[in-house]
């Protein structure tokens, strides 16, 4: 996967919309040509759990369709995040989605989760760093050790909910630095219930693969004192050099209450996406809303005014839909070739 070339500094969850509501991404027997597919009057955006950072912005673009693109209106999902996203884009149950990019990119490839089924996405736009934080109590890590993130080798871990980016790259972590899966005691819970079972002693530490700042954390950090444990530097060197194009990336001291000094880690993108077969002009109008209105993405996540605009598109995983590159050539953005559909 191509290295990135910037430096890295409510509405209730409801059933997706019946496959009758949805488009498939190819009809059986039929060739549809990129971009050519009919327009959705009614999108389904594709998210993550409701205490993520996903769920909020996709309410967010949710609103911004509704007031700001004609005859058009947004439901936000929840979902378990983003190798689930991809697999419902794939099948039409799904016409946007928030993923990882090493997810989008392991899609595409037809690797990991997607092994033997790839799915091809087209970014619409690039939003934020996705930060990995290897998440403890402090009385857990000094009892465990926990110097470097290799050291939760041998104990409870939880990779994340099952399905998601998260898991998906802590997985690809732990491939990278060639610690067997077999050696960990293994948990597959999603944020909120990684929380609990690190208080209830059922746990020793678990990753939280989110934008900097994320609620779950900072609220377990006012209840308990917690640490994140570092990737000291020969991990990171051997993730970033590994597949899935990661890059190394400080969270600073003071992010989260009691983690005074700052913690070396590591970071990948997050993407909004769609099919191949998105209109080419929904796909334009829907760009274009979104920056144009993009206080309101920023409203529900302030940590990304750094990374919300036209230019971050060049980090993108996947190549940018044809809609979304007339945008960006209008904002005098060069995408790079390898971007291009």
């Known amino acids: 996967?191509?290295?990135?070339?910037?430096?890295?500094?409510?509405?209730?969850?409801?059933?997706?919309?019946?496959?009758?509501?949805?488009?498939?991404?190819?009809?059986?027997?039929?060739?549809?040509?990129?971009?050519?597919?009919?327009?959705?009057?009614?999108?389904?955006?594709?998210?993550?759990?409701?205490?993520?950072?996903?769920?909020?912005?996709?309410?967010?673009?949710?609103?911004?369709?509704?007031?700001?693109?004609?005859?058009?209106?947004?439901?936000?999902?929840?979902?378990g995040a983003s190798v689930e996203n991809i697999r419902l884009l794939g099948s039409g149950e799904g016409h946007i989605g928030i993923v990882q990019g090493d997810a989008a990119d392991q899609a595409a490839q037809g690797s990991a989760d997607f092994e033997g089924d790839p799915v091809q996405t087209y970014s619409l736009a690039v939003l934020y760093p996705n930060v990995f934080h290897a998440v403890t109590l402090d009385s857990i890590a000094q009892a465990r050790g926990f110097e470097c993130f290799g050291d939760v080798a041998g104990n409870r871990y939880s990779v994340g909910d099952v399905g998601s980016g998260n898991e998906a790259t802590t997985n690809q972590v732990f491939e990278s630095l060639e610690i067997a899966l077999t050696e960990i005691e293994i948990d597959q819970l999603g944020y909120a219930e990684t929380a609990s079972a690190l208080q209830n002693n059922q746990l020793d530490a678990g990753s939280w693969v989110v934008g900097e700042g994320h609620a779950g954390i900072t609220e377990l950090g006012t209840t308990d004192d917690i640490s994140i444990i570092p990737l000291c530097d020969d991990e990171?060197?051997?993730?970033?050099?590994?597949?899935?194009?990661?890059?190394?990336?400080?969270?600073?001291?003071?992010?989260?209450?009691?983690?005074?000094?700052?913690?070396?880690?590591?970071?990948?993108?997050?993407?909004?996406?769609?099919?191949?077969?998105?209109?080419?002009?929904?796909?334009?109008?829907?760009?274009?809303?979104?920056?144009?209105?993009?206080?309101?993405?920023?409203?529900?996540?302030?940590?990304?005014?750094?990374?919300?605009?036209?230019?971050?598109?060049?980090?993108?995983?996947?190549?940018?839909?044809?809609?979304?590159?007339?945008?960006?050539?209008?904002?005098g953005v060069e995408i790079p070739g390898d971007l291009l559909p």
Do not use: K
């Open 1 to 79: 996967m191509r290295r990135t070339m910037l430096s890295l500094a409510a509405i209730p969850a409801g059933a997706l919309l019946l496959a009758g509501c949805a488009q498939p991404a190819e009809s059986e027997g039929e060739d549809v040509g990129l971009g050519a597919g009919p327009v959705q009057e009614r999108l389904s955006i594709v998210t993550g759990g409701t205490a993520g950072v996903y769920y909020p912005i996709g309410g967010a673009l949710s609103t911004i369709i509704g007031d700001h693109v004609e005859g058009q209106t947004g439901s936000v999902e929840a979902t």
């Open 236 to 331: 990171r060197s051997a993730v970033v050099n590994g597949y899935g194009g990661y890059t190394e990336h400080v969270i600073a001291g003071g992010t989260y209450p009691g983690v005074d000094e700052d913690v070396e880690t590591i970071a990948v993108w997050n993407a909004l996406v769609v099919s191949g077969e998105f209109n080419e002009q929904q796909a334009y109008d829907i760009t274009s809303a979104m920056f144009e209105n993009i206080d309101q993405v920023l409203n529900v996540y302030a940590p990304g005014e750094e990374y919300l605009v036209p230019e971050t598109i060049v980090n993108s995983p996947v190549p940018v839909h044809p809609g979304a590159v007339r945008f960006y050539e209008e904002q």
